[in-house]
């Protein structure tokens, strides 16, 4: 990509970023065969990025409000957008990690899937916990 665009880019994630990013906090979590928890060896650590979060009061995973289901099946899912020039740290996040979405009233996550193939941000697609 030449510099100019790459420059763009740059300048667009910050003022997407001033208005819209919300502070995560990442609690890393040792998954294991053995042992699941918080991991000892990597401490929480803050993150910001835009959260997009799906509508939380479905109640069907047909998307209305209908409660004709026998069992309740929670279908909402969210992605956190970070910018890996500004926040270098979101490398280090792995899958099953726990997220808490400090700008939201402490909503809890846990990161499901993680897509470092876009040119300008990592997405981290997460689920309510």
Same mark, same amino acid.
């Given at each position: 990509m030449p510099p100019l665009w790459r420059d763009r880019l740059a300048r667009v994630r +910050? !003022?997407?970023? %001033? $208005?819209l990013a919300d502070a995560v906090t990442v609690s &890393? =979590?040792?998954c294991s065969d053995y042992a699941n928890g918080p991991d000892p060896e990597r401490p929480p650590f803050p993150l910001a990025g835009v959260l997009v979060a799906g509508?939380?009061? =479905? !109640? %069907? @995973?047909g998307g #209305?409000?209908? +409660? *004709?289901? +026998? !069992? *309740?099946? &929670?279908?909402g899912e969210a992605e956190l957008h970070v910018d890996p020039e500004a926040w270098p740290t979101v490398l280090?996040? +792995? =899958?099953?990690?726990? @997220? #808490?979405a400090d700008d939201r009233g402490g909503a809890p996550y846990e990161v499901l899937r993680i897509?470092? *193939? $876009?040119r300008n941000r990592i997405i981290l697609r997460l689920g309510a916990r």
């Open positions: +910050r !003022a997407v970023d %001033s $208005q &890393p =979590q040792a509508e939380g009061d =479905q !109640a %069907s @995973l #209305t409000n209908a +409660r *004709s289901w +026998r !069992a *309740s099946i &929670p279908a280090e996040v +792995r =899958q099953g990690d726990h @997220l #808490t897509d470092r *193939s $876009q």
